[in-house]
């Protein structure tokens, strides 16, 4: 069996605070966006987009839109991970399924990020109505891309390690 302490899927941990100045390396960006569009997708329609902030002032400017986005005042990076209404799968009773895909893409980053040895966190946007549009009207974008997720990632002083949470309790073997 392997050892899961030296699997990034358990040793993914959220980080909230990180080395400000320490920039984080173009190479590492891009391999980081290419591992959320490597998520899957409901009908492979891959309808995400992704805003990368790595300009301190624009970074700054985000945090005051929502006490929830403060915490990114203090990263070097951010990346919005955004879902587009217009190519998004629409299920046959008229449900719009890239929340589901954008979330796979969002923990594609995290855990690349994890990968690179950065600190990341999720911090939600979706379904927050007034967060989204106080993204969209800040960055001015088109009412059918939803802001999804906004994601801090850094180098940190903090560490990503193992917490076990497995729950026997919440498996349910053949009937519930
Ligand atoms: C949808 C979603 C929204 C979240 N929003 C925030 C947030 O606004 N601020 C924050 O510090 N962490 C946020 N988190 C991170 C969670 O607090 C974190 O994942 C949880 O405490 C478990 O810790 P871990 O990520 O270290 O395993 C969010 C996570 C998810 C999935």
Redesign the pocket.
């Known amino acids: 069996m392997e050892n899961i302490e030296n699997n990034i899927i358990f040793t993914r941990?959220?980080i909230?605070s990180f080395i400000k100045e320490k920039k984080v390396e173009s190479e590492k960006i891009e391999l980081i966006i290419k591992a959320a569009m490597q998520a899957p997708s409901s009908c492979n329609k891959q309808p995400w987009e992704f805003l990368v902030l790595d300009d301190k002032d624009v970074i700054n400017s985000i945090a005051p839109l929502d006490r929830?986005f403060s915490?990114v005042a203090k990263a070097p990076l951010v990346i919005i991970a955004m879902g587009n209404e217009k190519t998004s799968y629409k299920g046959e009773n008229g449900a719009l399924w890239y929340p589901l895909d954008v979330s796979a893409a969002t923990q594609n980053i995290l855990l690349q990020a994890a990968k690179l040895g950065l600190g990341g966190?999720?911090?939600?946007s979706y379904p927050d109505e007034v967060r989204i549009k106080g993204l969209q009207k800040h960055f001015n974008i088109p009412e059918h891309i939803i802001p999804f997720t906004v994601i801090a990632i850094g180098y940190s002083e903090e560490s990503n390690k193992f917490?076990n949470r497995y729950d026997s309790t919440k498996v349910h073997y053949n009937k519930y």
Not at 121 to 124: A, E, F, L, N, Q
Request: charged share 20%.
């Open positions: 941990r959220s909230r929830h915490l966190v999720w911090i939600g917490v």
